[in-house]
Every structure is written in structure tokens, then in C-alpha cells.
């Protein structure tokens, strides 16, 4: 089966409007026509106004980095899935290390917020990963394990298929420190075979799996060359637009 490649570009708190504004422009006017998905998770103020400028670029998708998992209500200063819905957007980041780290998310939160983005008709980028100190016990794919079953394996047939997820060693997070392929490939591979257990091969074939930390110009041919690799998740080097169009290529 041939599975969905994406590229998604994590912009975190960085950006002004203008500036964001500048960097989509520059992203769509040295985009290639492909059939690769190249996704911009902008700031949610950004949301709106990229989407007018990404809109009949086909390939360009666009996605929040959070949201709070009821509809509405009195929670100052949140946003809910269908103010996502309603600035355009197609993917959310859902459970990205950081807001785990500084935010205090679990994975029983997150299996909340992922509910109400797919209500939405919007797809789900669920982070996971593990820190240093974990890998260095040896016990990575038991987390990442359990990060998979407890904030997915809720979801039914139909739901798990619009599903993308997105391995993100926290020791490779911004550090300059890239898994390697092999690494990458071993956890793929991993978190592929336990999605195949849950929901069968059809589901597990289809599912696109991202690695993000440090992916640059340099190495991404090399992750994205692994059999279990579908794209990457890219934070430092999306902001530079011609780094990000090269990563896109890479692929
Ligand atoms: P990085 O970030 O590419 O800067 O390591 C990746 C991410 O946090 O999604």
C-alpha cells in the first residue's frame, strides 16, 4: 500500500504575524508540485490569515499545535477545536513533548483533545518519545508503548485511519542530536507493529509515521529513506524557508 507522505513544519512560538506571513510566501512560492503533503503548524493567531494564503495550493495543509479539548465554555484564554475548524485548519499537533514537559499534558488529556479535533473532521499529529534517561534504561518502546495504547487505542476502525503519528525522541528536540536511521527505523517499526495488533495490517500499512528532532537539510534523505519513515515533524528548520523546501525534497 502506498502510504501518505508528510512534511510538517512546527513553527512553536516563534514568528511574528508579518513574519509568518512572509515565511508561507516563501514557503508557496518555491514549493514543487509532488505528491508529498507539506503542513504549516503556525501560532493560532496566524491560523486565519495563512489559510487565505494557502488556499488553492493543494499540497499546503495546515495545522495548530494545541487545542483545549471541550467545545467551549469559560476557559480564558483557550482555543477549542471548532474555532480551529472554522480558520481552515486540517491537522492539530496533539501531545508535542513540550506541552507535555511545561504543561503538565497526559496521555489521558491528550486522548481527550484528540477526540475533539477528529469531531471536527480534523486529523490528529499525536506526538511521542521518550527522554534520554528512558532510552538509556532501555525502556523506549515500553513508554512509547504506552504513550500509543493510552491516548489512542480508544478510537474505532474508521477514526485510527485518519490518525498521523509522529515519533519525537525528546533527546533529539531541538539539540542538534538526530536519532539515527536505524533508530529511527527500530521505533517505526515498533510503534507500526502495535497499531498492526490493535487494528490489523490494512490500518497499520496505511498509517503515516513522522520522526521529528533535528532533522535538517543534511540528514532528512537519510531518515526519510528508512522503510517505516513517512515524513518528518520539523521545528528549527521550518522557519528558514528554503531549509524547509529542502527537506521537503529530500523525501
Ligand atoms: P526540532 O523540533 O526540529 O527543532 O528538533 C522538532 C519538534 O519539536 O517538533
Not at 145 to 170: C, D, G
Amino acid at each position: 500500500m502506498k502510504r501518505k507522505k508528510i512534511v510538517a513544519g512546527n513553527w512553536k512560538m516563534y514568528m511574528d504575524y508579518e513574519e509568518g506571513r512572509a515565511l508561507a510566501n516563501a514557503v508557496i512560492s518555491h514549493l514543487q508540485p509532488s505528491e508529498t503533503i507539506v503542513v504549516l503548524g503556525t501560532p493560532y493567531i496566524h491560523l486565519k490569515g495563512i489559510s487565505g494564503l494557502i488556499k488553492g495550493v493543494s499540497s499546503l495543509k495546515l495545522a495548530a499545535q494545541n487545542c483545549h479539548q471541550e467545545n467551549n465554555g469559560a476557559y480564558t484564554g483557550e482555543v477549542s477545536a471548532p474555532m480551529l475548524k472554522s480558520c481552515g485548519v486540517d491537522y492539530v499537533i496533539l501531545g508535542h513533548s513540550e506541552r507535555r514537559e511545561y504543561f503538565h499534558e497526559t496521555d489521558a488529556l491528550i486522548a481527550r483533545k484528540i477526540d475533539a479535533v477528529m469531531a471536527q473532521g480534523m486529523q490528529p499529529i499525536y506526538c511521542c518519545g521518550e527522554r534520554l534517561e528512558v532510552r538509556e534504561a532501555g525502556e523506549h518502546e515500553a513508554l512509547v508503548s504506552r504513550q500509543v495504547s493510552e491516548a489512542l487505542f480508544h478510537l474505532n476502525e474508521e477514526q485510527m485511519r485518519q490518525v498521523v503519528i509522529a515519533y519525537e525522541p525528546v533527546w533529539a528536540i531541538g539539540t542538534g542530536k538526530t536519532a539515527s536511521p536505524e533508530q529511527a527505523q527500530e521505533m517505526h517499526r515498533h510503534i507500526r507493529s502495535l497499531i498492526r495488533k490493535q487494528y490489523g495490517d490494512g490500518i497499520a500499512e496505511g498509517l503515516t509515521i513522522l520522526y521529528g528532532g533535528s532533522v535538517k537539510p543534511g540528514n532528512a534523505a537519510e531518515l526519510f529513506g528508512q522503510p517505516d519513515v513517512d515524513g518528518g515533524l520539523i521545528g528549527g528548520a521550518s522557519l528558514k524557508a528554503e531549509d524547509f523546501i529542502a527537506i521537503v525534497e529530500s523525501i
